[in-house]
């Protein structure tokens, strides 16, 4: 896909989905800005991109504040002047030594003949927990989503993608209600934009990967042995987890030329149907 002369915005573009949408971007001759929280992480996708000769941006920032974010537009249009293509992929996902628990747990439970019970997971869950994922899953979203627009809808054009997850749409997540509240949120905020700005040529959709092959959850396959590893395959038609490279050219897709309005694509491995 030819991106030639396209400003593309990717947000949290650390080890993973970010990254390698935004060397996906570069590849196909897009001019770039990216940001992340992690100027370590920030600093190594932009020597990554750059190396396919893309002219990129590199600009740390949480996006789960708006003042930040606003900071953030008003740098991308001072060096570009534009944009053209807004992913909104910066998430909190659960990765902690609990949510590792959590996610054990509920594995064993779909896979393990054993009394059905409560699980436990949405009481174990604190206030700040809650809010920090809102705050950046679903606040940032919004707030990065709401300064595209002003540069998209005068010029009548533009793509949003925004990053949600299967656990927006099914109970493959179950152990993480806080993460699947808010992905389930930014299905339902892109379906709704995507219906308001149509009739200016903005196509807003979302891609809600299932898992994702990364490195951190490679070791966690790793660490839980074989027979883990086969229980939780039956879930997964497919029997293993999409690539980064593959979700990246989901998106790239649905940056490009389509007639996709508000749709959710999720590509899975056949783990929802």
């Known amino acids: 896909?030819?991106?030639q002369n396209k400003v593309v915005l990717v947000t949290g573009v650390g080890p993973g989905l970010g990254k390698a949408c935004a060397e996906a971007f570069a590849k196909?001759?897009?001019?770039?800005?990216?940001?992340?929280?992690?100027?370590?992480?920030?600093?190594?996708?932009q020597k990554s991109v750059e190396k396919y000769g893309a002219e990129c941006l590199a600009l740390q920032c949480d996006v789960s504040s708006s003042?930040?974010?606003?900071?953030?537009?008003?740098?991308l249009v001072q060096h570009f002047g534009t944009l053209?293509?807004?992913v909104n992929n910066a998430a909190i996902t659960p990765n902690s030594e609990l949510d590792t628990q959590r996610r054990n747990k509920l594995y064993r439970y779909m896979s393990t003949p054993e009394p059905r019970q409560s699980l436990g997971f949405t009481t174990s869950i604190s206030d700040e927990e809650w809010h920090r994922y809102w705050g950046v899953n679903v606040h940032g979203v919004f707030y990065c989503t709401r300064e595209a627009l002003k540069i998209m809808e005068p010029k009548r054009s533009g793509k949003?993608?925004?990053?949600?997850?299967?656990?927006?749409?099914?109970?493959?997540?179950?152990?993480?209600?806080?993460?699947?509240?808010?992905k389930g949120a930014v299905i339902s905020f892109t379906k709704s934009v995507a219906y308001e700005v149509?009739?200016?040529?903005?196509?807003?959709?979302?891609?809600?990967?299932?898992?994702?092959a990364t490195p951190r959850f490679n070791e966690y396959?790793?660490?839980i042995g074989e027979e883990a590893r086969?229980?939780?395959?039956?879930?997964v038609p497919l029997g293993r987890f999409g690539t980064v490279e593959e979700y990246a050219g989901t998106v790239l897709y649905l940056s490009g030329e389509h007639y996709l309005v508000g749709q959710v694509i999720s590509p899975n491995g056949g783990g929802v149907i």
């Open 67 to 75: 003042a930040e974010v606003a900071a953030m537009f008003e740098q």
């Open 230 to 235: 086969n229980r939780l395959w039956q879930g």
């Open 221 to 223: 396959l790793d660490n």
């Open 160 to 182: 949003i993608v925004n990053i949600a997850s299967i656990a927006g749409l099914s109970s493959k997540s179950a152990h993480s209600p806080h993460y699947c509240a808010t």
């Open 198 to 212: 149509a009739g200016a040529n903005i196509f807003v959709n979302a891609m809600a990967p299932g898992g994702v």
């Open 1 to 3: 896909m030819d991106f």
């Open 84 to 86: 053209d293509v807004l």
């Open 28 to 45: 196909s001759g897009a001019k770039l800005v990216i940001c992340d929280v992690n100027q370590d992480a920030l600093q190594e996708t």
